[in-house]
């Protein structure tokens, strides 16, 4: 017995001095030290654009922001399909997908679904010009839709109440292509979301919004469906870190605060008035911005003047800027009817305002209140972040203030401030008009560049809307567009 024990020992002891064979290990993204985050993404001004302005975006700046949480450099990977992208996440070529993407119960179970962004409507869009769609079910054209968007799903779900309900699917088109498409006629109806719809009407006017097929969808991140725990655990924590210190709201009011208004007459006749008007003072503008972007100062002159040196109010405000006669002192303008001396007083003014804001406010934010205060005064945009701050809001935040400025309108409010009364929501108006003809010049710019067009942007325009004339002379403009204050009341 001893015998056999011994042989048995002798064997163990023989097996150990052999070389082990093993398979090799894997090791999971978890375990690995990550080094650059590469973001899957689709064009779109609301999305990711690289242009003149360098990177934008609200998925790409909270990419860039989750990047810097980790530590980590960022890669943007744009893509121009939706199955292309997906299927690079499936793949693990990339990371993660930040691209305005909805949540739908199929993307449920293929990806792992990030916390949400921001809720927008799926809504059918229409041209202006046809019958207003009233019934899904009696469409008197085709919806046509990309494949692999959130719009396959709102239809297919509809067509289980519209058993007659048809669709056409396009694979080499973009969102932006279809807009363009239904502007120009070629196409009956499409499916966006809201959002994209209202900055898309900036430069395409001809779209209409029809009816709301689905409301209140989530619009989240993309992870991959395996191995990616860590990864969900780190942009949780992140979310919740920038939802306190209110990035989201910030990059909500930023990309799509100044859009929900949308006025078809103002948007056709800013769109002619690029192309007639604006290249007669366009030198002056880039003479005397300074370091300020010469569209803002453009995008205010019109808001002020419509670009009519003879403009003036009932008020006494004259001239491309509607300056007043003391501002015009101020600022040393003799003739404010004349356009350069209009514009550089005016340029001068809105950077004074620009330097007299407290230093509190981030430069990114500067250029929305000093325009308010172009518009009521300095100090009446004192006593709206005042006002802010007491009601436990940011005073250095313009999504903040914007809420406060009308309520200087209401005796309850302006009886606690300095200045008293103010046309706060007028001022707000005022600012997000700018705003959106500020994004129509960048837009123009940006497809003049790209399409290397020499002769000024309405061959661009034409090209995806069929621009008709109208009634309205922006050159015969005599009085101020949307009454204003005027510069330098306080």
């Known amino acids: 017995m001893i015998k056999y024990l011994y042989v048995i020992l002798l064997g163990f002891l023989l097996s150990g001095c052999q070389p082990v064979q093993t398979e090799p290990v894997e090791l999971s993204p978890q375990a690995q030290k990550r080094t650059v985050l590469k973001v899957g993404t689709l064009y779109g001004p609301q999305i990711y654009a690289n242009n003149a302005q360098g990177e934008t975006g609200f998925d790409y700046e909270m990419a860039n922001r989750f990047a810097d949480y980790l530590g980590v450099s960022l890669e943007m990977v744009p893509f121009t399909n939706r199955k292309q992208l997906f299927n690079a996440l499936k793949e693990g070529g990339i990371d993660i997908i930040a691209a305005g993407i909805a949540s739908t119960p199929g993307r449920g179970v293929q990806f792992k679904m990030g916390p949400t962004l921001y809720k927008v409507n799926q809504v059918l869009v229409y041209r202006e010009g046809t019958p207003e769609p009233k019934d899904i079910g009696t469409l008197s054209g085709e919806i046509t839709v990309m494949s692999n968007s959130s719009s396959v799903n709102t239809l297919t779900q509809l067509q289980k109440d519209y058993p007659e309900l048809l669709w056409n699917q396009v694979n080499d088109k973009d969102n932006e292509e279809l807009f363009a498409l239904i502007a120009k006629g070629e196409l009956n109806y499409t499916i966006s979301d809201s959002n994209s719809l209202l900055i898309n009407q900036r430069f395409l006017p001809e779209l209409r919004a029809g009816m709301i097929l689905e409301e209140k969808v989530e619009v989240v991140w993309l992870l991959p469906p395996k191995n990616s725990d860590k990864l969900m655990s780190q942009l949780l924590a992140f979310w919740h870190k920038e939802q306190r210190a209110g990035t989201l709201e910030h990059l909500n009011e930023k990309y799509f605060g100044h859009v929900k208004r949308f006025d078809y007459v103002d948007t056709r006749a800013f769109i002619r008035a690029i192309d007639n008007v604006l290249p007669a003072y366009r030198s002056l503008f880039e003479t005397y911005s300074g370091e300020l972007d010469w569209r803002k100062l453009a995008a205010a002159s019109y808001q002020e003047s419509h670009w ?168 015969k403009v005599n009085a101020a567009p949307k009454p204003v204050l005027g510069a330098g009341r306080s």
């Open 308 to 475: 009519n040196p003879n403009a003036r109010s009932r008020t006494g405000v004259r001239g491309m800027m509607m300056l007043t006669q003391p501002t015009a002192n101020y600022v040393g303008v003799n003739d404010r009817t004349d356009a350069e001396q209009s514009i550089r007083g005016g340029a001068i003014y809105l950077k004074d305002m620009i330097d007299r804001l407290p230093e509190s406010i981030t430069d990114s934010q500067r250029i929305w209140f000093a325009l308010a205060a172009y518009n009521i005064g300095m100090g009446h945009v004192e006593d709206a972040r005042k006002l802010a701050q007491s009601m436990d809001m940011d005073p250095n935040a313009w999504r903040d203030v914007k809420k406060v400025l009308p309520l200087l309108q209401q005796k309850k409010y302006y009886k606690q401030t300095r200045y008293g009364y103010a046309r706060g929501s007028q001022a707000v108006h005022y600012v997000d008009s700018i705003r959106r003809y500020y994004d129509t010049l960048v837009w123009v710019d940006n497809q003049t560049k790209t399409m290397e067009v020499i002769d000024g942007p309405n061959e661009i325009l034409a090209d995806k809307i069929e621009v008709k004339q109208s009634a309205v002379d922006d050159n």
